[in-house]
């Protein structure tokens, strides 16, 4: 499975835990663990001694997940961040695509949503990622779901702008 293939999957099943749940359950819009991010890529890098290579790392409302890149970026070592905790690695299986590393990754949880908020106030934001871009760039991205189920994929600036918007 590529971590395209993956990623797919995750937006997939985000959107059908949130469809599932109706949202948090306070009436406040679904957001993902943006914030948990940092710990999350922290705590892998600890556990393996020193900075890692990632294909991709996303949060969702739930679990923040991270694709380790190896063996010259030809496998991919998945890991879950649940509850403040590292899980252990799932199997490697073969990837490809561009890998960043921890030190590229410079959102601000506090306002990498705002633009994708200002935008759709009303809507669940059911997964945040975070992907290889070109020379070890990251690119940054938003899975929404509106109040009549329908959703889009934004694609984010730095500061949270949006950059376009893709019909899922």
């Not at 499975?1 to 819009?29: E, Q």
């Not at 990837?95 to 921890?102: K, L, N, Q, R, W």
Request: negative net charge; glycine residues 14%; aromatic residues 6%.
């Amino acid at each position: 499975m590529t971590v395209g293939n993956v990623r797919r999957w995750l937006v997939a099943a985000a959107m059908f835990a949130t469809a599932a749940c109706g949202g948090d359950g306070d009436g406040d819009p679904v957001r993902p663990l943006v914030d948990q991010i940092t710990p999350a890529m922290a705590a892998v890098d600890a556990s393996l001694g020193g900075p890692q290579q990632y294909f991709e790392v996303n949060a969702t409302p739930q679990v923040v997940n991270l694709f380790v890149a190896t063996d010259n970026a030809t496998m991919v070592v998945p890991y879950v961040w649940v509850g403040g905790q590292l899980g252990t690695p799932s199997e490697p299986t073969t990837a490809e695509g561009a890998t960043f590393a921890t030190a590229a990754v410079t959102l601000d949880p506090s306002t990498i949503l705002d633009g994708v908020t200002d935008e759709l106030p009303d809507s669940d934001i059911v997964l945040f990622t975070v992907v290889g871009g070109p020379a070890g760039a990251v690119q940054y991205g938003a899975g929404v779901q509106s109040e009549n189920g329908g959703t889009l994929d934004v694609l984010l600036g730095a500061d949270g702008s949006v950059q376009s918007v893709d019909a899922g």
